[in-house]
């Protein structure tokens, strides 16, 4: 854990708490496509948890603490070519990793949607497949597919970014984001978030996930067979 409880309060607990909420969320969700079967139903559900907690992201994003805010560190071309300059100092994310988020963010969306409605023709079909034609099934199946290999790539792209930061500039980027605390070049850190902006935000994180569930749609009916008549 940080070494110094006076270091400024950088990533409020709700983000923390999202952050390694989504990183278990996604990994568990690769391993139970990875391993199939009846965990398959485990993996639709997490789809609909990841949904969720991108929608909450989303919320505090707008009116969370300031360094959750996008408006603070979604920037412009002219503060990342001040960063690889060196030019750049701030708290919270970098214009860089602002990217990082936003790709991540995006792609984790396309996922858990197509994801939701997607089947493989055998014996699993999202949550909402029912509510689609076959064609939009199919069509959904092969986005879903397509974008896991992208996941997988940004995860990938995430986790050397850490090691590069490791060992090039000897910053632990893991570290504040457990604690919560961190160097600050001004020396002040996030100002929090109103306690209603963070009700909002679960709100509609948990209404997203509910959502995607599925358990709104009516179950489909049974089939109908003719009866058997013993001459």
Known sequence: MN????????????????HWLLA???????????????LMLWHGRL???????????????????N????????????????YLRGQWQGIGHNPLGALSVLALLGILTIQAVTGDFAHDDI???GPLAQAVAQDTRD???????????????LVALHLAAIAYY???????????ML????????????????????????????????GFQGTWLAPPPAPVTAPVHDW
Do not use: C, E
């Open 47 to 65: 789809g609909a948890f990841i949904l969720g907690l991108v929608a909450f992201r989303l919320v505090w994003g707008l009116v969370g603490s």
């Open 166 to 176: 490791r060992v090039k500039h000897k910053q632990d980027l893991v570290r504040p």
């Open 179 to 210: 604690t919560g605390r961190g160097p600050s070049p001004s020396g002040t850190g996030t100002s929090g978030g109103p306690w209603y902006a963070l009700v909002l935000a679960v709100l509609v994180g948990v209404s997203v996930a509910w």
């Open 139 to 153: 069509s959904m199946t092969r986005w879903h597919r397509l974008s896991a290999n992208l996941l997988l790539g």
């Open 123 to 125: 014996a699993f079909q």
């Open 67 to 82: 360094t959750s805010r996008f408006s603070q560190f979604v920037t412009g071309p002219g503060a990342i070519i001040a």
């Open 3 to 18: 070494k110094d409880p006076t270091a400024p309060l950088i990533w409020d607990w709700p983000l923390r708490l999202f």
């Open 24 to 38: 278990g969320a996604v990994a568990g969700a690769v391993a139970t496509a990875w391993i199939g079967g009846n």
